[in-house]
């Protein structure tokens, strides 16, 4: 398992390079001159050459992705053009409003996802499990951002338990964390009850039916864990676009954190923290998928006794 | 089991053949989908999208009702005249959504050709050829891929700046990725059928097979996602205008509404409902569709 461990993390590193270099190269074509944006008014001939200088951008294109590389190894995401103060303090100052987002809306999704596949997975024909499908498919349609707005309106302007913007506390955490899972809350559902549906018609589960096994016991041990795999596989798939969602749930909610940040970045052409942003975000969902994986070798036998020489 | 239920349906195998030998498979597609009434449902919903924003300049006056500012008539809940209210300067959030419609399906249909195009060209060579050119494409698209489509539409978005053009591009590239994956893996699955082969062996190129045997035979699988990304294209070109760096006003666009709508919903909730739903119910009909067409493509799938 250690290996296995090893083994993705070294796969890691080469994609992370690549990103990093891709988003770089997009950055390092954006037409305009940056010391124009960071010395605004006070732009002069002089000036400008040299900032090129004491930044590096006179370099060729190489040089300064190596250095930038080099850097950022080392924790250094370089100097903000607007506040001119490090990236890395922005970013360490924001990341965490983002994460408490994402880490609400995945909580939301399968704590509420899951089980309701499961339960609609084993009773396919009930009351519930019909309603369950309405909402999955009126679910996966629903922009984030306009289910952001109507719930604003609703608890509120109109209700008013909840708060509509900012991130004091745990009551305003709620309403972004519904409105950024609610699309993956319903991917995850469909998968779950399809793929429950799927399981309990296998022989397997007519064998423990036979043998006596109560429906419980039955639905706990032997359905659940065969049933999770295409499961979380659509919650690793859905990591990404979480991260992605986070920009628009942080837009509607005023919330500042990294998303946010990332358009401010972009509207004041502030190359440094974009870059810093993209890099990131890209870095959490390599991470995520990394420990998808990881789970998935843990669930599945059959990973898991090629890393551990058959023992597992 | 689902295969092994619709044999089980005809007693003798010479019945079976006799209710589908006569049909041709598109015929057969045809029917399928139409058993299926949500694909239908959302066939219709969304021809009627395309309609209505073909015949946009008959259905309203775009100058007049959906650009011009009308500031004694600003705010107006939806009433007879306005069915869906006025805007904060006192646009016709109808005429307005009509309008937008022709945005969103130019560039999600235009998005999501550019992405098949590149995409395709990408996943049919690394599907055909197999081996190292699979491995060096593939690599590469999977570094993209860890980015968020969003983000990486953003990235391109904010280096080259937000027309119409630049975004439809930004959006077919961040799906590039994803198409070269899909026309991958379809391509493998029929290049090793037997008139790949015998296409080879009376002398084809490999273009030719690819273009002429290989692509056509997987044309199912593809249009489903093209259906699918195009209802994701259009959730995308309304995100990048609902923060500011997508469409811009006075443009109508769906999401720029719902971005400028913001400011005045406490009072005026009806402000945000009709361009979110504009969105909405496009996304659904296009996700149904494609559902559908799954299904009636690869009844094997079906649940």
Redesign the interface.
Known sequence: MIKYVVKRLLEMIP??F??TF??FT??Y???GDPTAVILGNEYTEEASMRIKQELGLDKPFFVQFVRYVGNLIRGDFGMSYITRAPVSEQLIGRFPNTFKVVAGAMLFCVALGVPIGVFSGTKPYSLLSNITMVIG??G???????LG??L??LFS?KLGWLPSSGIEGFSSLILPSIALGANYMANIMRTTR?SM??VI?QDYIRTAKAKGVSQRNIVRKHALRNAMMPTITVIGMNI??L???V??TE??FSIPGTGRL??ES??NRDTPS?LGC?VI??VC??VS?LIVDLIYAYIDPQIKSQYSGGRG | ?TETNAVRKYSTKKEFFKEYKKKSRLQEIWRMFLKNK?AVIGLVIFVIIVLTAIMAPLISDYENDAIKMNVSERLTPPNSQHIFGTDEIGRDIFARIVHGARISLLVGLSSVIIALFIGGIFGAVAGFFGGKVDGIIMR?M??????????LA????????TSLVNMTIAIGLSFTPKFSRVVRSAVMTVRDIEYVEAARAIGATNSRIILQHVLINCIGPIIVQVTLYV?NAI?TI??LS????GIKAPTPEW?NM?ASG?AF??DN?YI?MA???A??IT??SL??LGDGLRDALDPRLK?
């Open positions: 994609i992370i690549a990103l891709v988003v997009i950055m074509f954006t037409p498919l009126l996966v349609s629903l922009p984030i951002f306009w707005l109507l604003i309106l302007v399809s549906l799927e018609r990404g676009a991260l992605g969602g920009v628009l837009t509607v990332l358009v972009i509207n974009v993209l975000m890209a969902v390599a998928n | 089991m949500l590469s999977d570094v993209f891929l860890c980015l968020p489509d969003v983000l953003l990235a391109i978005v904010a280096a080259f700046g209802a959730l309304s995100a609902f923060i500011g760096l999401g719902l913001r919903m406490r909730a945000v361009p979110g739903f969105i909405f996304i659904l996700n149904l649940q």
